[in-house]
């Protein structure tokens, strides 16, 4: 299959829901709008959260690479050596 052929019945699909989008009624048009509009928004949202994941494993990536040394279990970190502040008496 060409990408010709991919393009023209992509426009056909389009130019059908167009044409009966006309012959509905106002409140089923705002209906399949909305449809329509959930449709787009669908990967949109996919692509933000994996985004939003990839930064936030790069945050917590950087955050145990610096700093003292120490520890990790899950998401505690535990420091080498607890250096106690002098006591001032």
Known sequence: MTIEKLLIGAVLALCIVMLVRLCLNPLRQSQMDAVGRWIIQVPQKLIQRSQASRQAAEAIRRAKGS?????WKGNVYTPKSFKRPRKPH
Do not use: Y
């Open 67 to 71: 700093g003292p040394e120490g520890d």
